[in-house]
């Protein structure tokens, strides 16, 4: 009988083919949680070299695949188990597809002989799983043999890392993942991004308007990050003359000292009436939505060139000239493009240069500042700015620290990660550990592998049992909590719309204890004394928590 066993044991099934196809591709870490229906899944996993992370809710295994892809342009890998699981996971992979990160998503699946909707009363049964996740994930699959699981995934990755990336869902049910296989084991996978160049009658047509522009400017959404074409974007903007304005999600495409940065102040009246000035306005990587346009308060006066790798994000606010391609390789056209312009192009601001018109724009948002009391959320960020080492990663809740961020945050060398696609809550902490184990896996140093994870009260409250998560993978992450009592900037919208506020005010624990309960030292401090609090906790080893109780206020909108 123990022989009989251990010969079962030893049977390769359908979930080892998940494993190998996985390795094969390049997965080196998965985050998840094990679940019934997944049990041959992970079962495989302890016969490879494969990472595991474990979470303790599903949507904060979504958010930490997120980190992990964000921080190390790597495919996420998540396994989901059926039903409740995989349901849990849904915002978490909004955030991802809202903001294009590649993420590979294994989910189990009841029975093959209950699928079609049948309701034979199985447990975490759902009519049509994927059908869930079909809002939320750039497409989905269902796996009904064995021998179809290396193909499946080897087209779902292909699907992931294809501009527009995002995430994508294989599901295979427990059957399958249990069942012993003929098939070999997968040496070899490649997945390719299939190429979307872009239309040559267009983007000649962007080079002739911005052959005679005189006022082009451009606005760098997240789409440049994720194409990595920093340098692409700031070689068109020297060759134009071009102010740039950054996105929350462009956030660190541009050089934020630069002469041509107008930064992210894309909040700011004043930001926005030079972009309406523009005779030729550049949206790359961006939907030009809410925030960007200034609450669709941006009315351009001038031409408008569109570029996204998403179709449906073209002229989807504003009629422009869109050009469906990856930022980078736009970009590049356009960079090679306009260094054969003879003469060059001529920027004149009405008779100023772009240089001055940059400087008198954000003279004029630092003035607008002034003559409010922000003296506090000014040093504030100022002080968490000057803390946080230049090349270090940093991940944002839906904060109004974060809201803050947006608009003020110098990237310098490291990159500014927030959860602005969807503005779900929890994505903060989450995210910084699937980062900070991401840069570690990928050869940091625990002490690079550093990262600043910013979340609010509220929040935290979404994410705060992964503080087992860190504490188990020892991951760098320096956590800091901003306590206000409750849900600050919604606070701030009832008052501003009602004069009162209505169910935003929260009890909260002792966030101090409760870290220190799961063996995370923490500590509260006055936020005055928050740039020498985070100094100390980056140079301290695994992670912490640094908590300030203060009432943090926004700045006044421009676009009422």
């Not at 474990?54 to 904060?60: A, G, K, Q, T």
């Not at 295994?61 to 849990?88: C, H, I, K, M, N």
């Not at 954000?362 to 968490?384: G, N, P």
């Not at 947006?406 to 980062?435: N, R, V």
Request: glycine content about 10%.
């Amino acid at each position: 009988m123990t022989s009989e066993i251990s010969g079962n044991l030893a049977q390769r099934n359908g979930g080892d083919l998940v494993i190998e196809t996985l390795e094969a591709l390049g997965a080196k870490t998965v985050f998840g949680i094990p679940g019934q229906h997944a049990l041959g899944l992970f079962d495989a996993l302890s016969r490879s070299d494969l990472h595991f992370v474990s979470s303790r809710v599903e949507n904060n295994s979504a958010f930490a695949a997120d980190g992990y892809s964000r921080a190390t342009g790597e495919v996420g890998v998540l396994f989901l188990s059926t039903g409740p699981g995989a349901l849990t996971s849904l915002a978490g992979l909004q955030e991802a597809y809202a903001t294009g990160v590649p993420i590979v998503v294994v989910a189990s699946q009841i029975p093959l002989d209950g699928l079609g909707a049948r309701r034979k009363g199985m447990l975490h049964q759902l009519d049509d799983q994927k059908a869930s996740a079909a809002n939320v994930t750039k497409s989905q699959r269902t796996v009904h043999h064995a021998s179809g699981i290396p193909s499946a995934i080897q087209d779902a990755w292909a699907d992931a890392i294809t501009v527009p990336q995002g995430p994508v869902w294989v599901e295979v049910p427990q059957d399958v993942l249990l069942a012993p296989v003929l098939v070999p084991p997968v040496v070899d996978a490649l997945a390719e991004a299939y190429e979307h160049p872009p239309r040559v009658e267009l983007v000649n047509e962007a080079v002739r308007w911005l052959s005679d522009a005189r006022r082009p400017v451009i606005v760098a959404g997240g789409g440049v990050r994720r194409a990595r074409a920093e340098a692409e974007l700031l070689a068109v903007a020297e060759l134009l003359g071009a102010p740039v304005i950054c996105s929350p999600g462009g956030n660190g495409a541009f050089p934020w000292t630069h002469e041509l940065s107008l930064q992210s102040w894309v909040e700011d009246r004043h930001a926005t009436e030079v972009l309406e000035d523009a005779d030729v306005l550049i949206v790359v990587g961006s939907a030009l939505g809410e925030v960007t346009s200034n609450y669709f308060t941006l009315e351009p006066r001038g031409h408008l060139i569109q570029i996204d790798a998403e179709p449906r994000v073209l002229e989807s606010n504003r009629p422009a000239l869109g050009i469906r391609a990856d930022a980078k390789v736009a970009l590049a056209y356009l960079r090679d493009a306009l260094v054969k312009v003879e003469g060059g192009v001529k920027a004149d601001w009405h008779g100023s240069t772009p240089q001055q018109v940059v400087a008198e724009t954000l003279a004029k948002v630092t003035e607008r500042l002034d003559s409010q009391d922000l003296a506090k959320e000014r040093k504030f960020m100022a002080d968490i700015r000057a803390a946080v080492p230049a090349g270090m990663q940093t991940f944002w809740d839906m904060t109004i620290s974060a809201y803050w961020g947006w608009s003020c945050w110098d990237s310098k060398d490291g990159q500014f990660h927030s959860a602005q696609g969807a503005g779900g809550l929890g994505y903060g902490y989450p995210s910084a550990i699937g980062g900070a184990l991401g840069l570690q896996v990928a050869g940091a140093s625990a002490a690079d592998a550093r990262v600043l994870a910013v979340s609010g009260d509220g929040s935290s409250m979404y994410s705060i049992a992964e503080l087992a998560t860190a504490k188990q993978h020892n991951a760098p992450v320096t956590w800091l909590i901003v306590d206000d009592g409750g849900y600050g900037i919604l606070r701030e919208y009832m008052v501003g719309a009602f004069g009162k506020a209505t169910a935003t005010e929260l009890a909260r624990p002792d966030f101090v204890a409760l870290a220190e309960s799961f063996g995370v030292p923490a500590r509260l401090v006055d936020h005055t004394d928050i740039r020498e609090a985070l100094e100390e906790s980056f140079a301290a080893e695994g992670p912490n928590v640094v908590v300030v109780q203060t009432l943090l206020k926004m700045f006044a909108p421009t676009h009422l």
